[in-house]
């Protein structure tokens, strides 16, 4: 079992910046590729970035790359995700997901793990 706990959201202004940390607790964190998605109201569950347990590999959706950063600190059990110039179609409950193994994956069931979500509101 891995606990996931998100954190770092919150209002900002459009043009401004957050960043998210997903925080893991349980097994070693390691073993384990990260993921990061997004819901907005009415919407599905949306894949942003994922990043190997490594940390060596990363694959963005094309849309968010050059604005989201993902980074992970093994020894922190934690991984980042830089959001700027945030738009308010950001807007969202923003989630850290984690599966076992190195590969990278871009579809929610493929994640066995989930946190509660972050809310991120960006204002116009």
């Known amino acids: 079992q891995v606990q996931l706990v998100e954190s770092g959201g919150g209002l900002v202004q459009a043009g401004g910046s957050l960043r998210l940390s997903c925080t893991a607790s349980g097994r070693v964190f390691n073993d384990y590729a990260v993921g990061w998605f997004r819901q907005a109201p009415g919407k599905e569950r949306e894949f942003l970035v994922s990043i190997s347990s490594s940390g060596m590999y990363t694959n963005y959706v094309a849309s968010m790359e050059g604005r989201f950063t993902i980074s992970r600190d093994n020894a922190k059990s934690t991984v980042y995700l830089q959001a700027n110039s945030l738009k308010p179609e950001d807007t969202a409950v923003y989630y850290c997901?984690?599966?076992?193994?190195?590969?990278?994956?871009?579809?929610?069931?493929?994640?066995?793990?989930w946190g509660q979500g972050t809310q991120v509101t960006v204002l116009s």
């Open positions: 997901a984690a599966r076992p193994g190195t590969h990278l994956r871009n579809v929610a069931s493929n994640y066995n793990f």
